[in-house]
């Protein structure tokens, strides 16, 4: 594919350098056996792994991210999905500034959300960080909730449901038995989304932190302030073994590039 | 209860989260910071495009944008169109190659180039053996490595947007325009770029959007001597805590974005008229 059109493969080549390259000096480094990060590396080690996984504040801000990202992914499912019924089979007025609605924390800068969610609820009304932060998190994975399940409900043929309901059954049983069953792999990708997404963030969790209530990335940014050695390096490459895990999740349940490219092949 | 009023009922959890969790606070940042006046945060917005130092890193944040923008374009739509047009099995791999770095943190991703910018860094050292230089060349802290950094994290965008649109363009037409005697050059200008152009705009607008609201890249590579919006946004906000600067900080910024949105989305709606 690249013999024929040389100057679009060169440009191929350095596209992917840029996005790769980095990544990979990052897992060279951690295992240094060295005390810098220099290139290339000194020997082979696994120290700077130990010295990551006993070091008190990661530990600490790994478990804040973990519960985070599940609370807050847990929540925008809980209100999302009910929200994208309304929005895709409620037949209500004003259907397109509903859902403009729940996408419009997309359009804002994330940094400009935590400056208000910080402002106007820790500063003002004193109100704890991790609260704050969980409903940050919440609103901002919300547009994914509504748009990735929206996929799957706009897919599927609504006479499906009508016809369940024509041959009575309930509401709720209609709902259970054939609307749930075509929101399953939605849901189950706007959850690994939803997942990633709150456990990746910076604006919010930079700006909503307090000493006892960090995440793992904010934790990360700080520790490069102190110091300049491989443990953010093994921090990193865990962190990477952790993302291919979840891509291999991906791809083997609704596929990879359909769930995080938005693809459809 | 009625059909109506149960769905109705479906939409208040999320409504109510969007109202606390984002609109209600967002409007208080404009209008009430704790502490400071609409007035204080209007003249120190007023402020910010006349002193020389703000107007810089104004400046700074939508040239290092533009220029991420314009790279991203030219890297990803030819990755794009490769990877659309390929019949190749391995097209899937390397598309499933650009994806992945959107699911790694970016501070892990904006780390890597520490590693490879960093005086005892990769490019350093290799210069240095290859007697290019005596000292390593400073490549941190500049706004090459903000460049460098930006264009990493939004890069995959960029091919993944180009990438819906190529692949929408019937490779027919391609065919069809060599057939009739057209380059390959030709066809590429003439017809994919033309046909894509949409997706362009929306590659072109969510990375623009990105780089100027990138807070990790100017903190990690950028250091001290180059600060953007989004890095004087957290100063203000929790280091001097100047929340009438910090508020008109968040206001330029969201203007910036809100603008670049809404002129692609007309230039979007025209392309696809004509």
């Not at chain 1, 696994?46 to 504040?57: D, I, K, R, S, V």
């Not at chain 1, 996929?151 to 259970?176: C, H, K, N, V, W």
């Not at chain 1, 006892?212 to 102190?226: A, E, G, K, W």
């Not at chain 2, 499933?96 to 490879?116: D, E, H, K, M, Q």
Request: charged share 10%; net charge positive.
């Amino acid at each position: 594919m690249t013999s024929r059109k040389p100057i679009a493969a060169s440009l191929a080549v350095l596209g992917y350098m840029i996005m790769i390259v980095p990544i990979l000096f990052v897992v060279a480094a951690a295992f240094t056996s060295g005390s810098s990060l220099r290139f290339p590396p000194e020997g082979f080690s696994l120290q700077w792994f130990e010295a990551a996984a006993g070091h008190t504040p990661f530990r600490a801000a790994l478990l804040t991210s973990l519960q985070l990202a599940l609370l807050s992914t847990g929540l925008a499912l809980a209100v999302g999905v009910p929200a994208t019924l309304a929005i895709h089979r409620g037949k209500l007025p004003g259907k397109g500034f509903i859902e403009g609605l729940f996408l419009s924390p997309l359009i804002i800068p994330e940094l400009v959300v935590g400056l208000a969610l910080f402002q106007q609820l820790i500063v003002t009304y004193r109100i704890d960080n991790f609260p704050v932060l969980l409903l940050g998190h919440t609103a901002l994975l919300l547009p994914y909730a509504v748009r990735v399940t929206g996929a799957a409900l706009a897919g599927s043929d609504e006479s499906l449901e009508e016809a369940a309901r024509g041959l009575g059954a309930s509401p709720m049983r209609t709902f259970f038995s054939v609307t749930l069953p075509v929101l399953r792999p939605g849901i189950f990708s706007a959850g690994l989304l939803g997942f990633i997404t709150s456990f990746n963030n910076v604006p919010l969790s930079l700006l909503l932190q307090a000493r006892d209530t960090r995440t793992l990335p904010i934790s990360m940014l700080d520790y490069v302030q102190q110091s300049y050695d491989p443990m953010i390096a093994a921090v990193s490459t865990l962190i990477l073994a952790g993302t291919v895990v979840i891509a291999i999740i991906a791809e083997r349940t609704v596929g990879f590039t359909r769930i995080f490219g938005g693809i459809n092949r | 209860m009625t059909r109506r009023s149960t769905f109705v009922l479906l939409l208040v959890p999320g409504l109510l989260f969007l109202l606390l969790g984002f609109i209600l606070p967002a409007l208080g940042v404009l209008f009430a910071a704790p502490g400071a006046t609409t007035e204080d945060i209007f003249s120190r917005l007023v402020q910010m495009f006349t002193d020389p130092y703000d107007l810089r890193i104004i400046g700074r944040t939508v040239g290092l944008g533009l220029v991420v923008t314009a790279l991203c374009l030219v890297l990803g739509f030819p990755i794009a169109y490769l990877l659309a047009r390929s019949e190749s099995r391995w097209a899937g791999v390397l598309l499933a190659l650009a994806i992945f770095p959107l699911l790694l943190s970016n501070v892990v991703r904006t780390f890597g180039w520490l590693v490879v910018l960093g005086s005892n860094g990769a490019i350093g050292q290799l210069s240095m053996a290859l007697g290019l230089t005596d000292s390593p060349p400073q490549l941190l802290y500049t706004s090459f490595a903000i460049i460098m950094g930006l264009t990493q994290l939004f890069l995959p965008l960029a091919i993944v947007a180009c990438y819906s649109a190529i692949s929408q363009v019937e490779a027919g037409l391609d065919d069809a325009a060599r057939g009739l005697g057209a380059g390959r050059t030709r066809t590429f200008w003439d017809v994919v770029v033309p046909l894509s152009l949409p997706g362009v705009v929306v590659a072109a607008t969510l990375v623009f959007a990105g780089s100027v609201t990138a807070y990790t890249t100017p903190y990690l590579l950028g250091g001290s001597r180059q600060r953007m919006l989004a890095t004087e946004l957290y100063s203000y906000s929790s280091v001097t805590i100047d929340w009438a600067a910090a508020s008109a900080t968040a206001i330029v910024m969201t203007v910036l974005v809100v603008l670049v949105s809404g002129l692609a989305a007309r230039l979007g709606r025209k392309g696809a008229t004509t």
